[in-house]
């Protein structure tokens, strides 16, 4: 069974979307479209807002003010993701913009940064990685996107956080992921350390938390970036959303066969 026919250009827009809207794109979406896709008038695309099912856009007018859609017929009904937190330390730009990338991909829900004591930067360009999560979001074709929360100390996070969290730490005393995840029904958060690791005191009060436990990934020493990605696919593979099957694009579907008004 494959998919409903979609576009292959989708655009993230913030405003409420039904059939038979008129609506001008903000300067952001205009611009991908006329200057990046070159997207001429008549052309169909994909619009969703995160909160709503996917609806086919017709252009009808491409301009230096902006490119003026018309809604048409739903070709994704909309459909929530089950809630799934990914904290992490700040590191480095170009590994935390791909982490992002990676874990949006993998369906991470939102992203809480974390202050810990081998943190080596707090300074984090938001706006920066909400791009970037939208436009992984665009390309793997889910239908919401990550939300950012504002980095916060490890301890507040964990004290204030409603669900369990699975953390990731590289000593040796504690199980492998898949055997502890064969334990649990469900986790809301995961976890992993900065580029220099938990430090021994946060790993001995991390222990002591009711709402914490304690995931191996291997033998070897991870990069933050790679722990994270390695920790959200497992966990998706094991107790996330990989049950669903595939379905996988069918055959492009000639623009002018979208439904519209």
């Given at each position: 069974?494959t998919?409903?026919?979609?576009?292959?250009?989708?655009?993230?827009?913030?405003?409420?979307?039904?059939?038979?809207?008129?609506?001008?794109l903000?300067?952001?979406?205009?611009?991908?479209?006329?200057?990046?896709?070159?997207?001429?008038?008549?052309?169909?695309i994909?619009?969703?807002?995160?909160?709503?099912?996917?609806?086919?856009?017709?252009?009808?007018?491409?301009a230096?003010?902006g490119?003026?859609?018309?809604?048409?017929?739903?070709?994704v009904?909309?459909?929530?993701e089950?809630?799934?937190?990914?904290?992490?330390?700040?590191?480095?730009?170009?590994?935390?913009?791909?982490?992002?990338?990676?874990?949006t991909e993998?369906?991470?829900?939102?992203?809480?940064?974390?202050?810990?004591?081998?943190?080596?930067?707090?300074?984090?360009?938001?706006?920066r990685?909400?791009t970037?999560?939208?436009?992984?979001?665009?390309?793997?074709?889910?239908?919401?996107?990550?939300?950012?929360?504002?980095?916060?100390p490890?301890?507040?996070?964990?004290?204030?956080?409603?669900?369990?969290?699975?953390?990731?730490?590289?000593?040796?005393?504690?199980?492998?992921?898949q055997?502890?995840?064969?334990?649990?029904?469900?986790?809301?958060?995961?976890?992993?350390?900065?580029?220099?690791?938990?430090?021994?005191?946060?790993?001995?009060?991390?222990?002591?938390?009711?709402?914490?436990?304690?995931?191996?990934?291997?033998?070897?020493?991870?990069?933050?970036?790679?722990?994270?990605?390695?920790?959200?696919?497992?966990?998706?593979?094991?107790?996330?959303?990989?049950?669903?099957?595939p379905?996988?694009?069918?055959?492009?579907?000639?623009?002018g066969?979208?439904s519209?008004?």
């Amino acid at each position: 069974m494959t998919k409903p026919e979609r576009p292959t250009v989708r655009v993230f827009v913030e405003e409420d979307l039904a059939e038979g809207q008129a609506l001008v794109l903000a300067e952001g979406p205009s611009h991908y479209l006329r200057n990046v896709m070159r997207k001429a008038e008549g052309s169909v695309i994909g619009l969703f807002n995160g909160q709503s099912p996917e609806f086919a856009a017709k252009l009808v007018k491409v301009a230096k003010k902006g490119v003026q859609v018309e809604l048409g017929s739903v070709v994704v009904p909309f459909e929530p993701e089950p809630s799934l937190t990914l904290m992490f330390s700040p590191i480095k730009r170009n590994p935390m913009e791909t982490l992002i990338v990676k874990a949006t991909e993998l369906g991470v829900t939102r992203f809480q940064p974390l202050i810990m004591e081998h943190t080596q930067s707090e300074r984090m360009k938001v706006d920066r990685l909400k791009t970037i999560a939208i436009e992984a979001a665009e390309q793997c074709e889910r239908l919401t996107v990550p939300t950012f929360a504002e980095p916060q100390p490890l301890r507040d996070v964990v004290a204030e956080f409603q669900g369990s969290i699975g953390a990731a730490f590289e000593t040796s005393d504690f199980e492998p992921v898949q055997a502890v995840l064969a334990r649990v029904e469900c986790l809301e958060g995961l976890m992993v350390g900065p580029e220099g690791g938990f430090s021994a005191a946060e790993i001995d009060w991390l222990k002591q938390q009711p709402g914490v436990v304690g995931l191996g990934l291997g033998p070897r020493i991870l990069k933050a970036e790679t722990a994270g990605m390695v920790l959200v696919g497992i966990y998706q593979a094991l107790k996330g959303d990989w049950d669903k099957r595939p379905d996988f694009r069918g055959p492009e579907k000639p623009e002018g066969k979208f439904s519209f008004a």
